[in-house]
T-cell receptor, first 109, second 114 residues
Framework: QQPVQSPQAVILREGEDAVINCSSS?????VHWYRQKHGEAPVFLMI?????EQKGHEKISASFNEKKQQSSLYLTASQLSYSGTYFC??????????FGQGTELSVKP | SAVISQKPSRDICQRGTSLTIQCQVD?????MFWYRQQPGQSLTLIAT?????????ESGFVIDKFPISRPNLTFSTLTVSNMSPEDSSIYLC???????????FGEGSWLTVV
């Protein structure tokens, strides 16, 4: 079952913060986050393995709440380079990584 | 992170023809997968490439349309057969390994069918 991301799109000014959510109707054991810039392949950002665990990458961090079956990606003091589409991925029961529909983030000067 | 390279990076193909995409991964990769990303869409898994045996296809994808080979641990090919404009997509080779079976992607093959 495909994880659900929200919002679908976000427009920010440089320096502003944003949160992207990823939720699943199935139990989650890990959540993977990727960023895809226009015209490029997706790039792995981070993986969250334990409930409540937070990871960081640059000024991007994430949390994972097993009980709520959701993860959130936090982008702090956004930079122009953060623009792109963010995907979360979760493993399904068949052991395949399935991706959410994506959240398009645009950071304006 | 794993190093994954694929080619061609881009191609414009005629309707009805076939194109083979090649993918090379480094030794950190244990499993290989092929994904498709249609314009403006998310990533959809086509199949798992199995070494020395037939690939495992996801619902909606068939071997006749997307034959896949993986003759050894670090190399795989995906062929898009009898192409139509609906096949215009990015095709991504990927490999998993390491903590949590993280998946890494190649640079992608941007195919346009005219």
């Amino acid at each position: 079952q495909q994880p659900v991301q929200s919002p679908q799109a976000v427009i920010l000014r440089e320096g502003e913060d944003a949160v992207i959510n990823c939720s699943s109707s199935k139990a989650l054991y890990s959540v993977h986050w990727y960023r895809q810039k226009h015209g490029e392949a997706p790039v792995f950002l981070m993986i969250l393995l334990k409930g409540g665990e937070q990871k960081g990458h640059e000024k991007i961090s994430a949390s994972f709440n097993e009980k709520k079956q959701q993860s959130s990606l936090y982008l702090t003091a956004s930079q122009l380079s953060y623009s792109g589409t963010y995907f979360c991925g979760t493993y399904n029961q068949g052991g395949k990584l399935i991706f959410g529909q994506g959240t398009e983030l645009s950071v304006k000067p | 992170s794993a190093v994954i390279s694929q080619k061609p990076s881009r191609d414009i193909c005629q309707r009805g023809t076939s194109l083979t995409i090649q993918c090379q991964v480094d030794s950190q990769v244990t499993m290989m997968f092929w994904y498709r990303q249609q314009p403006g869409q998310s990533l959809t898994l086509i199949a798992t490439a199995n070494q020395g045996s037939e690939a495992t296809y996801e619902s909606g994808f068939v071997i006749d349309k997307f034959p896949i080979s993986r003759p050894n641990l670090t190399f795989s090919t995906l062929t898009v057969s009898n192409m139509s404009p609906e096949d215009s997509s990015i095709y991504l080779c990927s490999g998993s390994g390491g903590i949590g079976n993280t998946i890494y992607f190649g640079e992608g093959s941007w195919l346009t069918v005219v």
